[in-house]
């Protein structure tokens, strides 16, 4: 089935959302996706809201971190900014159903020295890890557009389209604890979560336990590339995620599987279609208002990307009641590499282990420590690559 006619199909689902009930509201899409000023947000973001209909999200990150057994030609020291921006724009206004919004994300990095900024992505071969996600910091050098879409909200605040150049991540897996410096621990790294790509994803809540979530994107789109020039999709991905809350809302369960196909070159540069179909599950759950604990389970029948299996579990632990923004960190992750076309697998089974600390300085500050160590890369003949650093984090 071509991309175009897999958009029409979701795009029709739409009307499973008129058929809905219309009792009670939870605007988990709504609320929680948009950003809407609470009443304890800043005057100046509610002021906005209420005249302009404009909710916006500006993150600047700056950090520095020391790696040990860098592959050569990489430097084992280094500073690296981050820029993260979303804006929402109200275009309809529907105070019932919730109206039409234009979302824009954009997101870009850069080195503070010659060496970090000469890398279109920081440590990538410098680690040679199955997960190919390594700090917050990482990210495509330059500004890019991640994420731009229209928004049509449904069925009183519970039914959401959007359709448009789609982030994965912004719609999938999104756990709810607190910020590590790892992306591996934060997104599941077997499931195709690409960004800029076209498509379309739709959201519904069947109630205020149940909900799902279904996405049709291309891939291929190079970075930079407009998303929406066909010429540049060669395959397309289906990711369907059901999530189920618990225990009065203290914990979340997740099941998500998908198929991709895309076109890749084999190891005689010719593009071949590589189909791979996978699932992931995962569960998030809080004992206590100081302490939550998360896992995720995941595979694919073929490699995607770099890491076809995973098994990973952690834990956010707010030791002082005195400073509940405050939370030390601790995750755990088995990675399954595969070999590409470009990259030999060394190690079968990758170990990673991260520490953290973050100490919330006021309303917009963080600041984060961090320890990552890579017990048997999957693309280095090296037995571990560590990492120390600390992070600066600046919420506007």
């Not at 959302?17 to 000023?37: E, K, R, W």
């Not at 084992?76 to 993260?84: E, G, P």
């Not at 150049?165 to 499931?191: C, L, Q």
């Not at 060394?346 to 420590?369: C, D, G």
Request: one cysteine or more; charged letters at 20%; aromatic letters at 14%.
């Amino acid at each position: 089935m071509k991309l175009k006619q897999l958009l029409l199909t979701l795009a029709a689902l739409t009307g499973i959302s008129h058929a809905g009930s219309t009792c009670d509201t939870f605007h988990m899409f709504y609320d929680g996706a948009l950003g809407i000023p609470g009443a304890d947000a800043p005057a100046y973001k509610q002021k906005l809201y209420e005249a302009t209909g404009t909710t916006f999200t500006l993150e600047l990150f700056g950090g520095y971190w020391g790696v040990s057994h860098l592959a050569p030609g990489y430097n084992s020291d280094n500073y690296v900014a981050l820029l993260f921006a979303q804006v929402d724009q109200r275009l309809i206004r529907d105070e019932v159903n919730g109206g039409t919004w234009l979302n824009v994300a954009v997101a870009g990095s850069w080195g503070l020295d010659d060496d970090s900024d000469s890398k279109l992505f920081f440590y990538d071969g410098g680690f040679g890890t199955a997960t190919g996600h390594h700090t917050d910091l990482v990210g495509p050098a330059g500004l890019y557009i991640m994420n731009a879409t229209l928004r049509q909200y449904f069925n009183n605040k519970r039914t959401c389209l959007n359709v448009g150049a789609i982030w994965m991540s912004m719609y999938f897996d999104r756990i709810n604890h607190a910020r590590f410096a790892n992306d591996g621990f934060e997104k599941s790294p077997v499931v195709p979560m690409y960004y800029g790509t076209p498509g379309a994803v739709l959201q519904h809540e069947f109630d205020s336990q149940n909900f799902v979530t279904a996405a049709i994107i291309g891939t291929g789109v190079g970075l930079g590339e407009n998303p929406l020039n066909f010429e540049h999709v060669n395959g397309y991905s289906v990711v369907v995620e059901y999530g189920r809350r618990f225990a009065d809302g203290k914990g979340t369960w997740r099941i998500l599987p998908f198929f991709c196909s895309m076109e890749t070159p084999n190891a005689m540069g010719r593009d071949e279609l590589h189909d791979s179909v996978g699932l992931m599950t995962g569960v998030e759950y809080n004992i206590s208002d100081r302490v939550k604990v998360y896992g995720r389970v995941s595979c694919a029948s073929s490699e995607h990307q770099r890491a076809r299996k995973e098994l990973m579990a952690g834990t956010t632990l707010r030791l002082m009641p005195s400073r509940p923004d405050d939370y030390f960190g601790a995750a755990f992750g088995f990675y399954k590499g595969a070999d590409t076309h470009t990259q030999k697998l060394v190690n079968e089974f990758e170990k990673v282990l991260e520490l953290t600390y973050r100490v919330q300085l006021n309303r917009y500050i963080s600041v984060a420590p961090f320890y990552q160590l890579y017990i048997d890369p999957a693309y280095r003949e090296v037995s571990t690559v560590s990492a120390t650093g600390i992070q600066a984090h600046f919420l506007f």
